[in-house]
């Protein structure tokens, strides 16, 4: 499984970016995608994932000014961050977890930076 994260870049604050988390290799063995990030000085925070079926899950800490999709026919996973606030500055990534090894593969991630 690859991953293959883009769409970052510099944004000002309340602006709106969208992230894109193109997946190859064996996808029909994910049993799951998610979205983590990692700000400056910072542990990486898995704060968001999607099932193969549509259904996503935010975590404790998501933002709700984020969403998670995903179009199984471009095997793309997105981000969609709207009124975005410079401490959403960070790098972000996207993983994948395998469903019958449990193994994750991460994405190489993509960095958003947010000025105030």
């Known amino acids: 499984v690859q991953l293959q994260a883009c769409g970052g870049g510099l944004v000002q604050a309340g602006g709106s970016l969208r992230l894109s988390c193109v997946l190859s290799?064996?996808?029909?063995?994910?049993?799951?995608v998610a979205w983590a990030r990692q700000a400056p000085g910072k542990q990486r925070e898995l704060f968001a994932l999607i099932k193969p079926d549509g259904r996503p899950t935010y975590l404790d800490g998501a933002e709700d000014r984020f969403t998670i999709s995903r179009d199984n026919a471009k095997n793309t996973v997105y981000l969609q961050m709207n009124s975005l606030k410079f401490e959403d500055t960070a790098v972000y990534y996207c993983r994948a977890s395998v469903r019958t090894s449990h193994t994750v593969y991460w994405g190489q991630g993509t960095q958003v930076t947010v000025s105030s």
């Open positions: 290799g064996s996808i029909d063995s994910i049993s799951e």
